[in-house]
Structures are given as structure tokens and as C-alpha cells.
T-cell receptor, first 112, second 113 residues
Framework: GENVEQHPSTLSVQEGDSAVIKCTYS??????FPWYKQELGKRPQLIID?????GEKKDQRIAVTLNKTAKHFSLHITETQPEDSAVYFC???????????FGTGTRLQVTL | KAGVTQTPRYLIKTRGQQVTLSCSPI?????VSWYQQTPGQGLQFLFE???????NKGNFPGRFSGRQFSNSRSEMNVSTLELGDSALYLC????????????FGPGTRLLVL
């Protein structure tokens, strides 16, 4: 089955700096890669996603890149703010099914 | 549109009991997926229901089961509860045609004593 690895597990950056979280996946048939943000005690919320026919997608301060050959995708957050502090999860699904395999999460802390 | 809702939000059970959790998807969504979230194992896929049929299943024992009703609401049941079943159970809904955004509910936090 699909396996998703995520690094780093924790990341501390100063406000205004950039943060990068990387994920690799194992199943070359995976074709959908969402990123979720989960604040303490809250539900995971989608922040951006990318499909396998696209190499990069950007939404304001957030961008995701996908390298299908290397089977990895990354989340980039620029100009970080304290409210970006949360746990971020990458995920991959396979085929047309709504089954997501999640990475282990990255705890991002943005310090003043 | 109203978001995904789950009931109950919190639940305390003892070992050996069984529990039923409910999930109401976003109106018009036909797919409901269930996930278990624990500090040790992270977010793990339990199963997915689409049009009242289980379409995908994760690697959980048969004590974990689910169903979906004609209005797309879904329930999951855990029988013979074990301490290790303590977790946040999240459901997510999507239209169901694949490669779509899944929207999560607030979760049900289950504590097994």
C-alpha cells in the first residue's frame, strides 16, 4: 500500500521567515496530494492541494510543489505569522478512491 | 452549506463495551471516510462509504465496522473496546467521484477506561 513520509517532525521559524515541509510517497499511482493544517483541539483543515498533472500551485503565502519522478512534494509557507503555528499533515491518495494516507505531521512553531 | 458534523463529541467507555459514532456529511456529498487519530499512530484510514457501500477499507480489525444510510449519513461501530481504541475519530466527506477535497468533521474523542 501507499506509504507517506514527512519531514521534519518539528520546525521552529521566526516570524517573517519561510517554512518548508517535505513529503515522499511510495505509490507511483498516487495522483492527489492535499495538505492539512490542524490547530490544537480542532479538525484538520485543507490549506492547499495539488493533482498529479500539475507541478506547482500557489495560494497567497502558501505553495506546493510536486515532483512525480522523485515521488515527493513540498509545502512552502512564506512570510510566516504566529497564526501559522499548528501541525501540518501531507497526504496522498491513490486512484479514484477517497482513501488518504497521511504523513506523520510537522509541528510548526512561529516565534516572534 | 453546513459543514460536516459528528456526534457525540466526547465519549467515555470501559473495556469490552461497544460504541457507535455518527457522522453527517456536507449536503450533496456521497462519500464518507473515517479516520482514527492517535499521538502514536497519527491519522489512519479506517474505511470509506459511498452510496451505502463500503468502497475502501484500511488495516483495522473486524471490531471496527461502519455503515451508510440513504441520506449519506454514516455510523461507525467499535465492538469489544480495548484501551488502545482511545483516540479521536474523524470523519470526512467529499462528493465521491475521486481526487477531491475531503472536509473533516470536528471528531469524536473516545476514551476507553
Amino acid at each position: 500500500g501507499e506509504n507517506v513520509e514527512q519531514h521534519p517532525s518539528t520546525l521552529s521559524v521566526q516570524e517573517g521567515d519561510s517554512a518548508v515541509i517535505k513529503c515522499t510517497y511510495s505509490d507511483s499511482a498516487s495522483n492527489y496530494f492535499p495538505w492539512y493544517k490542524q490547530e490544537l483541539g480542532k479538525r484538520p483543515q485543507l490549506i492547499i492541494d495539488i493533482r498529479s498533472n500539475v507541478g506547482e500551485k500557489k495560494d497567497q503565502r502558501i505553495a506546493v510543489t510536486l515532483n512525480k519522478t522523485a515521488k515527493h512534494f513540498s509545502l512552502h509557507i512564506t512570510e510566516t505569522q504566529p497564526e501559522d503555528s499548528a501541525v501540518y499533515f501531507c497526504a496522498a491518495n491513490t486512484g479514484t478512491a477517497s482513501k488518504l494516507t497521511f504523513g506523520t505531521g510537522t509541528r510548526l512553531q512561529v516565534t516572534l | 452549506k453546513a459543514g460536516v458534523t459528528q456526534t457525540p463529541r466526547y465519549l467515555i467507555k470501559t473495556r469490552g463495551q461497544q460504541v457507535t459514532l455518527s457522522c453527517s456529511p456536507i449536503s450533496g456529498h456521497r462519500s464518507v471516510s473515517w479516520y482514527q487519530q492517535t499521538p502514536g499512530q497519527g491519522l489512519q484510514f479506517l474505511f470509506e462509504y459511498f452510496s451505502e457501500t463500503q468502497r475502501n477499507k484500511g488495516n483495522f480489525p473486524g471490531r471496527f465496522s461502519g455503515r451508510q444510510f440513504s441520506n449519506s449519513r454514516s455510523e461507525m461501530n467499535v465492538s469489544t473496546l480495548e484501551l488502545g481504541d482511545s483516540a479521536l475519530y474523524l470523519c470526512a466527506s467529499s462528493p465521491g467521484t475521486g481526487r477531491e477535497t475531503q472536509y473533516f468533521g470536528p471528531g469524536t474523542r473516545l476514551l476507553v477506561l
